[in-house]
């Protein structure tokens, strides 16, 4: 029963056109919802033995918030949309999801990392920071969703199922006609061979030829040839974003940058919060980024040292000789003479520009007598 029934629902979610992302995700909880039910079939079972697998994912796996809603929703459409079955009240309410500030990386960082890679992966990254992509955006580009005279790249079917044009860098021309040109003598090289690039299965019904079109070639193919995951077909596929996250991960040791949490994501989130520096509008930030709601792009003012408004800390806004900065002390020093006393001087201290902050003098009652 398990595996027909799996079936019979990958089949119902490509009729609905699902993602091939959102239907391995929706199966895997699905599948794993029967086997806690010991193989029951999920006519038989309802809101009752939902509540306890969900119960069971929070209190004995500890999944995460977004990890419970994701398993939610695959049963709640297991339920609704395939079996046409109410489930009713569950009464069951999901963990609380903290809140989280994303990882944002200066422009010395980006230049860091980015000097760090060369040729194709260099410009994976770049083109992730320079327009604000997703790593699966920037790996399903293909030929014909770049406008070299127009300065900007189309992003189809992206999440949610949407299409946006995004700005692109003029610095990255020159890789991109380099890319392109390797791009299309790859599918020239696969036609000889009756192989092509990767199309959606209704496409390819459609316009039989399209995959020997140097328009549908990969921006990033892949370096060997694979079966398409529906129609099973000989295909070459884009690169795969577990190579990137490898080069990634090699660049960043390289920078030694290995202190901080850095994904692919970083770069979406850097490009954003340095848009928003720069003074730009963040209705424009949220059309580039492709976000729903400006509400998810306001996560960014709050990543900012001073926010996209011009706000600033009001300590900032006393005199620079008024008696509080009397308490303490910036000082140059070089690494043969040091002055700190045994055990309380930092390793290391950043400060903007030249000088390099080196901690107080007083204590903090002193500050306050002060004042």
Avoid at 31 to 43: C, E, L, Q
């Amino acid at each position: 029963m398990p595996s027909q029934f799996i079936d019979s629902v990958r089949r119902f979610m490509r009729l609905q056109g699902y993602s091939i992302r959102t239907e391995h995700s929706y199966v895997y909880w699905i599948r794993g919802y029967i086997r806690f039910n010991n193989m029951a079939h999920p006519k038989d079972i309802g809101a009752n033995e939902v509540r306890e697998y969900l119960s069971w994912l929070a209190n004995d796996r500890h999944v995460a918030a977004n990890t419970q809603k994701i398993a939610l929703n695959a049963i709640v459409f297991l339920y609704h949309k395939f079996l046409n079955q109410e489930l009713g009240h569950l009464g069951f309410s999901l963990a609380s999801q903290k809140r989280y500030l994303p990882v944002v990386l200066d422009k010395a960082e980006v230049a860091s990392i980015l000097s760090n890679l060369s040729g194709r992966n260099q410009l994976v990254l770049s083109l992730m920071y320079g327009s604000g992509l997703r790593v699966s955006e920037a790996l399903r580009l293909r030929v014909q969703d770049v406008n070299l005279k127009g300065l900007s790249l189309m992003i189809r079917d992206s999440k949610g199922r949407k299409d946006r044009n995004v700005l692109l860098a003029k610095k990255l021309l020159p890789a991109l006609y380099n890319q392109i040109e390797d791009a299309i003598e790859v599918q020239r090289k696969d036609n000889l061979n009756d192989i092509g690039c990767s199309m959606p299965v209704a496409l390819s019904r459609k316009y039989p030829a399209a995959f020997r079109s140097p328009s549908w070639a990969f921006l990033f193919p892949s370096s060997s040839c694979t079966k398409h995951p529906v129609s099973n077909i000989i295909c070459r596929h884009h690169l795969y974003q577990s190579t990137v996250r490898k080069f990634l991960k090699s660049a960043i040791c390289r920078a030694g940058l290995d202190h901080k949490r850095i994904t692919c994501h970083t770069f979406r989130h850097s490009f954003a919060t340095h848009l928003l520096q720069s003074g730009t509008d963040i209705r424009t930030v949220q059309e580039l980024l492709g976000h729903n709601d400006v509400k998810t792009t306001q996560i960014y003012t709050h990543v900012l040292g001073q926010h996209f408004a011009g706000t600033e800390s009001p300590i900032d806004q006393i005199a620079d000789d008024s008696p509080v900065y009397s308490s303490y002390a910036v000082r140059s020093i070089n690494e043969n003479h040091e002055t700190w006393p045994s055990g309380h001087r930092p390793d290391s201290w950043r400060l903007a520009g030249d000088l390099q902050l080196r901690g107080l003098h007083r204590s903090h009652s002193a500050l306050y007598r002060a004042q």
